[in-house]
């Protein structure tokens, strides 16, 4: 019984490792009239942007199960951004934009536009 409980325990620690976000991306919205184009650096729990116009904005990253939420830049206080845990591998990372100050009140359930963060490489 021992010879079975061991490496199960073992494949559960070891499958519970946390997965973050590090280095910097290129942010391109599908609508980039509505919000700026720029780039993104992510580091673990905390990213900055820097936007065309070299506004910086910084923000806070939220690790869910299933998605993954960057929330509280200064330059839009009210826009989160969303993607799939799975996509973090990735060279290429497709999210949905949400705006907090909707009409709607889960506002999660509506996107109000999309992009793609692309791996920028040192």
Request: aromatic share 14%.
């Amino acid at each position: 019984m021992k010879y079975f409980f061991f490496p199960l325990l073992l494949f559960f620690i070891i499958s519970q490792k946390k997965s973050s976000l590090t280095g910097s991306y290129k942010l391109e919205y599908k609508n980039s009239s509505y919000l700026q184009n720029g780039t993104i650096i992510f580091n673990d729990s905390l990213y900055s942007t820097d936007l065309n116009k070299n506004l910086l904005s910084k923000g806070i990253i939220n690790y869910g199960k299933n998605l993954i939420y960057l929330e509280g830049g200064n330059e839009y206080p009210n826009i989160i951004l969303s993607f799939s845990t799975k996509d973090i591998v990735k060279d290429t990372i497709n999210f949905q934009v949400h705006n907090k100050n909707g009409v709607i009140k889960n506002y999660l359930d509506v996107s109000v536009n999309s992009g793609k963060l692309i791996k920028i490489y040192n």
